[in-house]
């Protein structure tokens, strides 16, 4: 993308404040409730809506680990909605985790540790959804100034392996090889091989507080 693009891209996001991200957050999970009661997700609503949270929730984290690449290779940078993005898309997973637990299966505990323990795809989930509990603990301006810039750093290198987990998640979850939850863990895979390798033609940008 030509520089001067770029940067009127960026001046135009700069005023923006990140705040209205949480307030539209919310409209998908309620339109979704909406047609459960409502009858619109079809025979089975609980598994519909659990599936539903689960994507979007990957969706987000995807679009929140491409904030980087986008910047090194466009110019025009995101950073600043990160933060929002990464706490919205861990609030889909927790409402996805929650539809499970509380509509699926009626938090009977045994039932519960069952499918944890036999079921692959879902203690890869838990496990992606564990590595995200403490980068939302800490994804708040004081706990950087406690915990110390390079620290909060290397703490919040968990969004890698979680979202990349996420991924395997959805593709052991479906039945089959299909083309959807593999193009998803594609896209994760790609994106994370372009943090660790950037390529030669990415633009010669640095900005203060990248950190993943």
Request: hydrophobic residues 55%; proline residues 7%; charged residues 15%.
């Amino acid at each position: 993308m030509p520089g001067a693009l770029a940067q009127t891209i960026n001046t135009r996001l700069r005023p923006l404040p990140d705040w209205p991200l949480y307030g539209l957050a919310v409209l998908p999970p309620a339109a979704l409730l909406w047609q459960g009661l409502t009858g619109g997700l079809g025979p089975d609503p609980v598994k519909a809506m659990e599936h539903q949270m689960g994507l979007w929730g990957l969706q987000v984290l995807i679009a929140s680990l491409a904030v980087t690449p986008v910047r090194r290779f466009t110019g025009v940078s995101f950073l600043k909605f990160r933060r929002a993005l990464g706490l919205i898309g861990f609030a889909y997973i927790l409402l996805h985790l929650m539809v499970w637990l509380a509509l699926d299966l009626q938090f009977f505990s045994g039932e519960i540790w069952a499918d944890i323990v036999k079921r692959p795809y879902i203690t890869v989930g838990m496990a992606g959804f564990a590595l995200l509990i403490p980068l939302a603990a800490t994804s708040w301006t004081g706990a950087i100034r406690r915990m110390g810039g390079a620290a909060w750093q290397r703490l919040h290198r968990l969004a890698y392996p979680a979202i990349l987990l996420g991924g395997v998640h959805y593709l052991w979850l479906v039945k089959g090889w299909q083309a959807e939850p593999i193009l998803y863990l594609a896209g994760i895979v790609g994106l994370l091989l372009l943090r660790l390798r950037p390529s030669r033609w990415q633009r010669p940008l640095r900005w203060a507080g990248d950190s993943h």
